[in-house]
Protein backbone atom coordinates (compact mmCIF):
# COMPACT_ATOMS: atom_id res chain seq x y z
CA UNK A 1 0.00 0.00 0.00
CA UNK A 2 2.75 2.37 0.87
CA UNK A 3 4.57 1.90 -2.68
CA UNK A 4 0.81 2.77 -4.41
CA UNK A 5 0.62 6.06 -2.03
CA UNK A 6 3.86 6.41 -2.98
CA UNK A 7 3.61 6.54 -6.80
CA UNK A 8 0.44 8.36 -6.26
CA UNK A 9 2.21 11.11 -4.72
CA UNK A 10 4.93 12.05 -7.10
CA UNK A 11 2.67 11.49 -9.91
CA UNK A 12 -0.31 13.95 -8.50
CA UNK A 13 3.04 16.61 -7.38
CA UNK A 14 3.37 16.72 -11.64
CA UNK A 15 -0.37 16.61 -12.31
CA UNK A 16 -0.67 19.70 -10.49
CA UNK A 17 2.06 21.27 -12.42
CA UNK A 18 0.59 20.93 -15.63
CA UNK A 19 -2.67 21.50 -14.13
CA UNK A 20 -1.19 25.24 -13.33
CA UNK A 21 -0.27 25.54 -17.44
CA UNK A 22 -3.52 24.15 -18.38
CA UNK A 23 -5.49 26.83 -15.92
CA UNK A 24 -3.84 29.52 -17.05
CA UNK A 25 -3.36 29.23 -20.72
CA UNK A 26 -7.74 29.46 -20.61
CA UNK A 27 -8.08 31.81 -18.48
CA UNK A 28 -5.49 34.46 -20.81
CA UNK A 29 -7.29 33.16 -23.81
CA UNK A 30 -4.64 30.78 -25.21
CA UNK A 31 -5.87 27.35 -27.19
CA UNK A 32 -5.02 24.42 -25.60
CA UNK A 33 -5.39 21.33 -27.44
CA UNK A 34 -4.94 18.65 -25.27
CA UNK A 35 -5.11 17.69 -21.13
CA UNK A 36 -3.20 14.22 -20.62
CA UNK A 37 -3.20 12.68 -17.46
CA UNK A 38 -0.64 10.23 -17.52
CA UNK A 39 1.79 9.69 -21.33
CA UNK A 40 0.54 7.80 -24.70
CA UNK A 41 -1.11 5.45 -25.48
CA UNK A 42 -4.12 6.56 -24.56
CA UNK A 43 -6.81 4.64 -23.00
CA UNK A 44 -9.27 6.92 -22.76
CA UNK A 45 -9.98 10.70 -24.00
CA UNK A 46 -13.37 13.10 -24.59
CA UNK A 47 -13.22 16.50 -26.26
CA UNK A 48 -15.05 19.30 -24.30
CA UNK A 49 -15.18 22.13 -26.97
CA UNK A 50 -11.73 22.68 -28.45
CA UNK A 51 -9.82 20.99 -25.58
CA UNK A 52 -9.28 16.82 -25.58
CA UNK A 53 -9.06 15.55 -21.96
CA UNK A 54 -7.38 12.02 -22.24
CA UNK A 55 -5.73 9.23 -19.81
CA UNK A 56 -2.67 7.47 -20.93
CA UNK A 57 -1.30 4.11 -20.22
CA UNK A 58 2.04 5.59 -18.98
CA UNK A 59 2.11 6.83 -15.22
CA UNK A 60 4.73 9.27 -15.34
CA UNK A 61 2.77 12.91 -14.56
CA UNK A 62 0.87 14.62 -17.64
CA UNK A 63 0.97 17.12 -20.38
CA UNK A 64 -0.32 20.20 -21.83
CA UNK A 65 -0.61 20.91 -25.37
CA UNK A 66 -0.93 24.29 -26.10
CA UNK A 67 -1.41 25.45 -29.54
CA UNK A 68 1.64 27.01 -31.47
CA UNK A 69 4.30 26.41 -28.85
CA UNK A 70 6.38 25.97 -31.53
CA UNK A 71 6.89 29.26 -33.70
CA UNK A 72 7.45 27.55 -37.15
CA UNK A 73 3.63 25.76 -36.62
CA UNK A 74 1.59 29.16 -36.64
CA UNK A 75 2.36 29.63 -40.71
CA UNK A 76 0.17 26.67 -41.63
CA UNK A 77 -3.08 27.27 -38.90
CA UNK A 78 -6.21 28.68 -39.93
CA UNK A 79 -6.12 32.77 -39.23
CA UNK A 80 -8.70 32.21 -36.51
CA UNK A 81 -6.37 29.36 -34.26
CA UNK A 82 -3.30 30.89 -35.00
CA UNK A 83 -4.49 34.15 -33.20
CA UNK A 84 -4.73 32.31 -30.08
CA UNK A 85 -1.62 30.22 -30.60
CA UNK A 86 1.30 30.60 -27.80
CA UNK A 87 3.59 32.21 -29.70
CA UNK A 88 0.72 34.88 -31.28
CA UNK A 89 0.47 36.21 -27.74
CA UNK A 90 2.70 38.54 -26.36
CA UNK A 91 5.60 38.00 -23.67
CA UNK A 92 3.91 38.58 -20.68
CA UNK A 93 1.19 36.16 -21.47
CA UNK A 94 3.41 33.44 -22.01
CA UNK A 95 5.61 34.19 -19.35
CA UNK A 96 2.53 33.85 -16.87
CA UNK A 97 1.35 30.76 -18.25
CA UNK A 98 4.96 28.97 -17.89
CA UNK A 99 5.31 30.02 -15.07
CA UNK A 100 2.23 28.81 -13.50
CA UNK A 101 3.46 24.90 -13.49
CA UNK A 102 6.37 25.94 -11.27
CA UNK A 103 4.35 28.32 -9.33
CA UNK A 104 1.84 25.23 -8.51
CA UNK A 105 4.84 23.67 -7.40
CA UNK A 106 5.64 25.94 -5.38
CA UNK A 107 3.16 26.72 -3.71
CA UNK A 108 2.74 22.74 -2.47
CA UNK A 109 6.10 22.91 -0.77
CA UNK A 110 4.60 26.12 1.06
CA UNK A 111 1.29 24.72 2.51
CA UNK A 112 3.01 21.64 3.20
CA UNK A 113 5.90 22.90 5.09
CA UNK A 114 3.60 25.51 6.89
CA UNK A 115 0.65 23.10 7.56
CA UNK A 116 3.59 20.66 9.41
CA UNK A 117 5.24 23.67 11.53
CA UNK A 118 1.51 24.90 12.24
CA UNK A 119 -0.07 21.32 13.53
CA UNK A 120 3.26 20.75 14.79
CA UNK A 121 3.21 16.97 13.65
CA UNK A 122 6.86 15.94 15.45
CA UNK A 123 7.90 13.30 13.10
CA UNK A 124 7.22 16.50 10.30
CA UNK A 125 9.10 19.19 12.49
CA UNK A 126 11.86 16.50 13.06
CA UNK A 127 11.93 16.11 8.80
CA UNK A 128 12.31 19.84 8.63
CA UNK A 129 14.53 20.08 11.24
CA UNK A 130 16.67 18.29 9.51
CA UNK A 131 16.21 19.62 6.38
CA UNK A 132 17.48 23.00 7.52
CA UNK A 133 19.00 23.12 11.11
CA UNK A 134 19.42 26.64 11.10
CA UNK A 135 15.75 26.40 11.59
CA UNK A 136 14.60 25.57 15.58
CA UNK A 137 11.64 22.70 14.78
CA UNK A 138 12.07 21.34 18.34
CA UNK A 139 12.31 22.32 21.86
CA UNK A 140 15.78 22.29 23.32
CA UNK A 141 15.47 19.87 25.42
CA UNK A 142 17.73 16.64 24.90
CA UNK A 143 16.37 14.72 27.87
CA UNK A 144 15.79 11.09 27.35
CA UNK A 145 12.29 10.39 27.70
CA UNK A 146 11.52 6.41 27.01
CA UNK A 147 14.19 3.79 26.65
CA UNK A 148 13.08 0.49 24.46
CA UNK A 149 14.07 -2.81 26.21
CA UNK A 150 15.95 -5.06 24.19
CA UNK A 151 17.61 -2.08 22.44
CA UNK A 152 21.47 -1.22 22.31
CA UNK A 153 19.99 2.10 24.49
CA UNK A 154 18.41 0.10 27.60
CA UNK A 155 22.15 -1.05 28.50
CA UNK A 156 23.28 2.49 28.70
CA UNK A 157 20.88 5.41 29.15
CA UNK A 158 17.80 6.07 31.59
CA UNK A 159 14.63 7.85 31.47
CA UNK A 160 16.15 11.36 32.45
CA UNK A 161 19.14 11.35 31.03
CA UNK A 162 20.29 14.87 29.44
CA UNK A 163 22.16 14.12 26.22
CA UNK A 164 24.74 17.11 26.01
CA UNK A 165 26.96 15.72 23.38
CA UNK A 166 26.97 13.08 20.40
CA UNK A 167 30.40 11.48 18.48
CA UNK A 168 32.33 15.06 20.20
CA UNK A 169 29.80 17.39 19.14
CA UNK A 170 27.42 19.78 21.13
CA UNK A 171 23.84 17.43 21.07
CA UNK A 172 20.96 19.08 19.87
CA UNK A 173 17.57 16.42 18.99
CA UNK A 174 18.48 16.55 15.35
CA UNK A 175 22.02 16.40 15.48
CA UNK A 176 21.62 13.42 17.84
CA UNK A 177 19.31 12.00 15.57
CA UNK A 178 21.51 12.28 12.37
CA UNK A 179 24.63 11.02 14.29
CA UNK A 180 23.47 8.17 14.90
CA UNK A 181 21.63 7.38 11.44
CA UNK A 182 24.73 7.97 9.92
CA UNK A 183 26.53 5.25 11.27
CA UNK A 184 26.39 1.70 9.46
CA UNK A 185 27.11 -1.53 9.91
CA UNK A 186 30.07 -3.64 8.53
CA UNK A 187 28.43 -5.35 5.84
CA UNK A 188 25.02 -5.23 4.25
CA UNK A 189 22.58 -3.47 5.88
CA UNK A 190 20.01 -6.43 7.38
CA UNK A 191 17.94 -5.99 9.73
CA UNK A 192 19.25 -6.06 13.12
CA UNK A 193 22.82 -5.70 12.01
CA UNK A 194 25.32 -3.56 14.58
CA UNK A 195 26.92 -0.57 13.55
CA UNK A 196 30.58 -0.75 13.28
CA UNK A 197 31.64 1.63 15.39
CA UNK A 198 29.50 2.70 19.03
CA UNK A 199 28.11 6.14 19.11
CA UNK A 200 29.76 8.30 21.62
CA UNK A 201 26.91 9.81 24.13
CA UNK A 202 28.22 12.72 26.87
CA UNK A 203 25.44 12.50 28.98
CA UNK A 204 24.56 14.48 32.83
CA UNK A 205 22.90 11.68 35.01
CA UNK A 206 22.15 13.28 39.06
CA UNK A 207 24.40 15.54 38.35
CA UNK A 208 27.21 14.01 36.92
CA UNK A 209 28.65 13.78 33.55
CA UNK A 210 29.32 10.43 32.11
CA UNK A 211 30.69 8.88 28.71
CA UNK A 212 28.94 6.42 26.86
CA UNK A 213 28.98 4.31 24.13
CA UNK A 214 26.24 2.02 22.78
CA UNK A 215 26.29 0.58 19.42
CA UNK A 216 23.37 1.33 16.63
CA UNK A 217 21.22 -1.33 15.19
CA UNK A 218 19.62 -0.91 11.88
CA UNK A 219 15.86 -1.18 11.88
CA UNK A 220 14.64 -2.81 8.54
CA UNK A 221 10.65 -1.53 8.85
CA UNK A 222 11.86 2.13 9.10
CA UNK A 223 14.94 1.79 7.00
CA UNK A 224 17.36 3.57 9.67
CA UNK A 225 19.86 3.17 12.31
CA UNK A 226 18.48 3.43 15.81
CA UNK A 227 19.89 3.17 19.62
CA UNK A 228 16.14 2.57 20.63
CA UNK A 229 15.46 5.36 22.93
CA UNK A 230 13.02 8.92 22.49
CA UNK A 231 13.92 12.48 23.59
CA UNK A 232 11.58 14.18 25.87
CA UNK A 233 11.30 16.82 23.38
CA UNK A 234 8.36 18.25 21.79
CA UNK A 235 7.43 20.63 18.42
CA UNK A 236 7.96 23.92 18.94
CA UNK A 237 4.78 26.12 18.90
CA UNK A 238 4.11 28.01 15.40
CA UNK A 239 1.59 30.61 14.54
CA UNK A 240 0.00 31.42 11.61
CA UNK A 241 2.71 33.72 10.45
CA UNK A 242 5.62 32.53 12.34
CA UNK A 243 5.06 28.77 10.90
CA UNK A 244 5.00 30.67 7.34
CA UNK A 245 8.10 32.70 7.79
CA UNK A 246 9.81 29.32 8.88
CA UNK A 247 8.40 27.43 5.80
CA UNK A 248 9.83 30.05 3.51
CA UNK A 249 12.86 29.75 5.50
CA UNK A 250 13.08 26.30 4.72
CA UNK A 251 12.58 26.59 1.10
CA UNK A 252 14.99 28.98 0.30
CA UNK A 253 17.87 26.85 1.79
CA UNK A 254 16.44 24.10 -0.26
CA UNK A 255 16.45 25.62 -3.28
CA UNK A 256 19.96 27.25 -2.57
CA UNK A 257 21.26 23.68 -1.40
CA UNK A 258 19.67 22.08 -4.52
CA UNK A 259 21.58 24.72 -7.04
CA UNK A 260 24.76 23.88 -5.17
CA UNK A 261 24.53 21.13 -5.11
CA UNK A 262 23.95 20.36 -9.14
CA UNK A 263 26.84 22.78 -9.34
CA UNK A 264 29.29 20.38 -7.20
CA UNK A 265 27.64 17.02 -8.92
CA UNK A 266 29.24 18.33 -12.45
CA UNK A 267 33.03 19.39 -10.58
CA UNK A 268 33.13 16.35 -8.11
CA UNK A 269 33.10 12.69 -8.65
CA UNK A 270 32.24 12.54 -5.04
CA UNK A 271 29.38 14.70 -5.42
CA UNK A 272 28.16 12.60 -8.70
CA UNK A 273 28.07 9.60 -6.53
CA UNK A 274 25.39 11.18 -4.63
CA UNK A 275 23.23 12.18 -7.02
CA UNK A 276 19.41 9.90 -7.74
CA UNK A 277 17.44 9.37 -10.32
CA UNK A 278 13.41 8.90 -10.25
CA UNK A 279 14.06 5.16 -8.87
CA UNK A 280 16.39 6.42 -6.27
CA UNK A 281 14.08 9.26 -5.18
CA UNK A 282 10.99 7.03 -5.51
CA UNK A 283 12.60 4.69 -2.99
CA UNK A 284 13.77 7.76 -0.68
CA UNK A 285 9.54 8.50 -0.88
CA UNK A 286 8.60 4.76 -0.07
CA UNK A 287 10.76 5.20 2.68
CA UNK A 288 9.42 8.72 4.36
CA UNK A 289 5.67 7.41 3.34
CA UNK A 290 6.52 3.89 5.40
CA UNK A 291 7.81 6.05 8.17
CA UNK A 292 4.81 8.15 8.69
CA UNK A 293 2.45 11.10 8.02
CA UNK A 294 4.77 13.63 8.77
CA UNK A 295 7.58 12.51 6.79
CA UNK A 296 5.65 12.36 3.97
CA UNK A 297 4.51 15.33 3.65
CA UNK A 298 7.83 17.21 4.13
CA UNK A 299 9.14 14.75 1.40
CA UNK A 300 6.71 15.93 -0.86
CA UNK A 301 6.67 19.33 -0.10
CA UNK A 302 10.91 18.89 -0.80
CA UNK A 303 10.16 17.09 -3.87
CA UNK A 304 7.45 19.94 -5.15
CA UNK A 305 9.83 22.52 -4.52
CA UNK A 306 12.75 20.70 -6.16
CA UNK A 307 10.69 19.64 -9.62
CA UNK A 308 9.78 23.52 -9.71
CA UNK A 309 13.43 24.85 -9.37
CA UNK A 310 14.71 21.93 -12.15
CA UNK A 311 11.79 23.25 -13.92
CA UNK A 312 13.07 26.95 -13.78
CA UNK A 313 16.50 25.70 -15.49
CA UNK A 314 16.97 28.36 -18.26
CA UNK A 315 17.21 25.51 -21.34
CA UNK A 316 14.25 24.46 -23.59
CA UNK A 317 12.65 22.22 -22.88
CA UNK A 318 12.49 23.30 -19.60
CA UNK A 319 10.02 26.19 -18.22
CA UNK A 320 13.01 28.15 -17.25
CA UNK A 321 14.35 27.75 -21.64
CA UNK A 322 10.57 29.36 -22.51
CA UNK A 323 10.34 32.28 -20.24
CA UNK A 324 14.46 32.96 -21.18
CA UNK A 325 13.39 33.41 -24.89
CA UNK A 326 9.99 35.28 -23.91
CA UNK A 327 12.02 37.89 -21.92
CA UNK A 328 14.81 38.09 -24.88
CA UNK A 329 11.69 38.73 -27.45
CA UNK A 330 10.87 41.10 -25.08
CA UNK A 331 14.15 42.87 -24.60
CA UNK A 332 15.23 42.48 -28.45
CA UNK A 333 11.76 43.92 -29.88
CA UNK A 334 10.95 40.48 -32.63
CA UNK A 335 11.12 36.49 -32.37
CA UNK A 336 14.16 34.24 -32.07
CA UNK A 337 14.64 31.59 -34.16
CA UNK A 338 13.71 28.35 -33.13
CA UNK A 339 16.99 26.98 -33.72
CA UNK A 340 18.96 29.94 -32.08
CA UNK A 341 16.83 28.60 -28.61
CA UNK A 342 17.61 25.67 -29.31
CA UNK A 343 21.32 25.92 -29.97
CA UNK A 344 21.74 27.13 -26.94
CA UNK A 345 19.58 25.03 -24.90
CA UNK A 346 21.30 21.99 -26.12
CA UNK A 347 24.45 22.49 -23.58
CA UNK A 348 22.38 22.71 -20.64
CA UNK A 349 19.97 19.90 -21.67
CA UNK A 350 23.62 17.34 -22.08
CA UNK A 351 24.15 18.37 -18.56
CA UNK A 352 21.25 17.76 -17.04
CA UNK A 353 20.87 14.18 -18.98
CA UNK A 354 24.59 13.43 -17.99
CA UNK A 355 23.34 13.97 -14.54
CA UNK A 356 20.24 11.93 -14.41
CA UNK A 357 21.67 9.20 -16.35
CA UNK A 358 24.45 9.56 -13.56
CA UNK A 359 22.02 9.52 -10.97
CA UNK A 360 19.83 6.13 -12.63
CA UNK A 361 23.55 4.59 -12.43
CA UNK A 362 24.19 5.24 -9.07
CA UNK A 363 20.62 3.46 -8.56
CA UNK A 364 21.31 0.61 -10.65
CA UNK A 365 24.43 -0.17 -8.51
CA UNK A 366 23.19 0.49 -5.47
CA UNK A 367 20.16 -1.96 -5.87
CA UNK A 368 22.41 -4.50 -7.41
CA UNK A 369 24.63 -4.59 -4.36
Given at each position: ??W???????????????????????????????????????????????T?????A?????Y???????????????????????????????????L??????????F??????????????????????????????????????????????????????????????V????????????????????????????????????????????????????????????????????????????????????????????????????????????????????????????????????????????????????????????????????????????????????????????????????
Amino acid sequence: MSWILTLLGIVVLIVLHELGHFAVAKAVGMRVERFSLFFPPTLFKVRRGETEYAIGAIPAGGYVKITGMNPEEIKDLEPEVARRAYYSQPPWKRIVVILAGPGVNILIAFLLFWAVLFTGNLNGVIALGNLDTAVPTLTAATSVGAVERGHPAAAVLKPGDRIIAVDGRRATVTSTMRAIGEHRCAGTLSAGCQAAAPVQLTVRRAGRTLSLSAYPRYDAQLHKMLLGFDFGASAKAFGVFAAAGAALQEMWHTTTQTLTGFGRALSSSKARGEVRSIVGITEVAHETVSAGAGYALVFLGFLSLILAVINLFPFLPLDGGHVLWSLGEKLRGRRISIMAMYRYSSVGIVLLLFLVINGLSNDISRLTG
